[in-house]
């Protein structure tokens, strides 16, 4: 295998979640912004983060409230997060726009998308500037399902989400399950029948 170096630098991990981050201000004034620059930072405590550009919308809202809510969007809710990433929310009420609905948080005051099957509410514990972006890190206080993801055991099937994934510009729904963490240590069960 050969392999081109491109001389300018870039992000060139793909694929990236797309997400759809909800928030509002103090006024209750709320907005919708997609995110693909997210991810967790730490198990415990429970941390992610979102980088937001300075000039966005939603960056004055999440900086004065310090809360927002990452919402995984299924396969059903790819028009939102593409009109949500293109659009500003000084010019047109995106929850209206896509027909989603405001709900209400658990633990913080920015609401979250009720269409969303996964809405993780995120307290802001430092912003890091960085260039283009600062980041938001966060402690999640709380994350919210859609029941009809849990089965009568309480456990929550993400694999029947359908979430979302974007790559270098284009969105995509998640392909087969190719496996599962720790499947190629697994040591085989030696057959103990008598025979």
């Known amino acids: 295998m050969s392999k081109i170096t491109f ?7 793909y694929p990236v979640p797309a997400v759809l981050v909800s928030c509002a ?27 937001v550009r300075k000039e966005r919308h939603s960056y004055d809202m999440i900086k004065e409230t310090g809360e927002f ?17 293109c659009t500003s929310g000084l010019k047109v009420d995106k929850f209206k726009k896509m027909n ?38 966060a402690e999640v206080l709380a994350i919210n399902v859609d029941e009809k993801y849990i089965d009568e055991k309480g456990s929550f099937h993400m694999d029947d989400v359908k979430l979302l994934a974007y790559s270098h510009g284009e969105y995509y729904s ?17 057959n103990t029948k008598k025979k």
């Not at 790819?78 to 949500?84: E, L, P, Q, S």
């Not at 709900?103 to 099957?117: H, L, N, T, Y």
């Open 69 to 85: 809510v990452i919402n995984l969007p299924s396969e059903e809710l790819v028009r939102a997060v593409d009109y949500c990433g």
């Open 7 to 13: 001389e300018k630098p870039g992000n060139f991990i």
């Open 174 to 190: 998640l392909g087969k399950k190719l496996g599962k963490f720790g499947w190629s240590v697994k040591k085989k069960k030696k």
């Open 25 to 51: 201000d103090k006024e209750g004034n709320k907005n919708i912004i997609t995110i693909a620059w997210t991810g967790t930072i730490c198990s415990d405590p429970p941390m992610a983060y979102i980088s």
């Open 100 to 137: 989603l609905t405001a709900g209400k948080s658990s633990k913080i005051s920015a609401p979250s998308i009720e269409e969303a099957p996964v809405s993780i509410e995120c307290k802001v514990t430092k912003i890091v500037p960085l260039g283009t972006h600062d980041m938001f890190m």
